[in-house]
């Protein structure tokens, strides 16, 4: 192990722990921020279910009976009953059977986001509901994927709501509803879309978003701690005593990719309560397998996703380490850095939105070259089970590190990282400016 | 034995600037050497390159035998520096600081100990050690890196302003540890200051540095006599202005 390199990892925890800039922004505020912005959105939600929404409902009716008929008439009225529904409603008689495919030919036919059917034997079951409480008319609702908005799930849900108003109007639980996504083409009973659609929001969003935020923080972190031993004049000091240069330089990277680590750590578990306040409706009951329903990585996809999120993080933070070490304080240091953030969020906001491969070769090639891109670029790629896209990504991120690492060790083995200094532009502006004031 | 410091003919250049220009001069084992000059002559610089922080455009700088350049990193195990504008980690305790900086220069856990018992005793900031340094008064800081940089019992204490932003009492307190260390453990010290009195009164052999070049050296006595003045900070005066 490099000389000296414990005890200064040790006082680098230390110091970064206690500074509550850093407590405060990595670990209290995604603690509060998320859970306060999930119980908002939650709310929005359960307000939305009781209010009913704007929707199109389409109804195949396989029964033909009497209360399928009440039924379609029932729905129809809501609108009316003032309770808050603004339903659109199309009817289809006779649709078997009801295939994947021709749900999504409705769907896309009539704009809907969901399909009801009232099954064969649906006027039957009510009917001896009244003899027999145990026994229930079942309907059957279909979503498909098309999206992983959040917002999704709200429309989904107005067919709980349907149904209880139905049930308070002729007899509580008489209705009970199957829900089923069109995944791919397929019909996948069991599963309801507003889950799915929480889940594949979780992965194509939080993933990008948390690497931003981790990535981001590491740097202002790593950025900060080179100049604050400037700006403190500790440096001087540190680098006189017998330690290994080296052992300051990896001392530095560590403890940024510990603290970024808990940062990290706190922003999942606000974000996951988040998600969990947006999803409460669901049944917790309903698991699901996405990595089956080939909506997620496989483990060794995951692995990949997670070597990629590292190189990338070291790689940021070796950057951000020599752009502090040109800086003459924490001020300095934060602008230098500031012209690393564009590189981190525009490829990853730009991935969320794009697939890579449908943009023009220039483009492409420019995403493919900032290694911040590529933790966005990877997670979709091990989505679809293209591990290689992800490999050749993580030898291109690798290989930047070293060389940023290399030229972040010769700078510290040398006089410039005591002497080595930028100002910008701007800053000698503002120098400027207070001095003439 | 080898000289405690050896700097001949060192040149230092930052950009157009010869911030050194030629220095030459030499500190014996076991002695306390005072660099005085005024603002920008290159004490600073010069310190900076005896403790490997710089490295000379030309010349050579020997510690103990040593060459600043080639073997930084034995010389950093038997220096200890103390830079003028030095700082503290603020969110560290006294106590903690001292710790940290032991470890470099400790053998063992013991030997750490006893020199943050030193260090409190050299401080005299007493139960003042166990709060974070962001509490402490400017005098309180200088208090504990003056501790802090004698604790290791170097070869070579090299200090630059030792008693800047010290009070009286507290500039003669570490005056007399500086004394007390070189007495009880050979430690050799090399210091500036712009306290006149403060180097007649501690220092064996002064040099005077002017723009980067050694202009005067002797005892405190020697100079004094030399120039026919009564007291160093005359001398200072009068070889700045001759040069």
Redesign the interface.
Known sequence: MLR?FR?FL??EL??LA??PKILLGMIIVPLVIFPAMGAIMGYAVQTAQERGVKATLIVVNNDGGNWSRSFIDFLKGLNAMGVGFNLTVHVKENVEPLTGEKVLELLSKYNAAQIVEIPEGFSENITAHFSNPQIKARLRFYGALRGASVFENVDSSVVDAVINQFNRAVAPDVLFSEKATVIKGEIKYGVDPSTVSGLLTSQSIALPVTTLIVLMLAVQVAATSVAMEKE???F??L?????DRLAILWGKLSSSIIIAAVGSLAFMAGYNYMLGSITAGIPKDLKLDLAALGLAPSTFGYLLLGLSLFVTLLSALALAVIASAFAEDVRSAQSFVGYIYPLVFIPLLTLMYLDINALPLALRLVLYAIPFSHPAIVSKAVIMGDHWTAIYGIIYVSAFTVVVMYAASRLFA??KI??AKLKFKGLKRKEKAAKAS | MALAVEVSNVVKVFGGVRALDGLSFTVKPGEIYGLIGPNGAGKTTALRIISTLLLPTEGTVEVFGLNVVEEAEKVREIISYLPEEAGVYRYLSGWEYLEFMGRFSAKNLDEVRAMVREAAEISGLGERLKDKTKTYSKGMKRRLLVARALMVKPKLAILDEPTSGLDVIHSYHVREIIRRYVKEHGVTVLLSSHNMLEVEHICDRVALINKGRLVAEGSPQELKEKYGCTNLEEVFARVVKLA
């Open positions: 000296g005890n040790v006082k230390k110091v206690r500074d403190e004049k500790t001087e000091t680098l006189t005593l017998p330690i040398t006089e005591l002497t």
